[in-house]
């Protein structure tokens, strides 16, 4: 579970984007598995709802997750270092 005062100091949406990439690198979230929906992951981890969307686009930035217009946010997968 997400704790998001554990750990060093530093930013929250910081440490939600390391914690939901800890869960898809280690295959706890698969590729095509639908994510909460932000309102949801904002309260299952005690954050606010900027700070999941903030989390979100980072993941999305960095190819972990597809974010779908008024249907989800899906896990596309790890990304390989090929």
Do not use: Q, W
């Not at 930013?11 to 280690?26: F, R």
């Not at 946010?73 to 270092?81: C, E, I, K, R």
């Amino acid at each position: 579970m997400f704790d998001p005062n554990s750990g060093p100091p530093g930013y929250v949406y910081v440490k939600l984007v390391e914690h939901l990439t800890a869960l898809i690198d280690s295959g706890v979230l698969k590729p095509g598995a639908r994510l909460l929906s932000e309102r949801e992951l904002a309260r299952d981890c005690g954050v606010s709802l900027g700070t999941v969307r903030r989390a979100v686009g980072v993941l999305a930035s960095r190819g972990l997750v597809r974010v779908v217009a008024a249907k989800g946010t899906y896990v596309v997968g790890p990304v390989s270092d090929d």
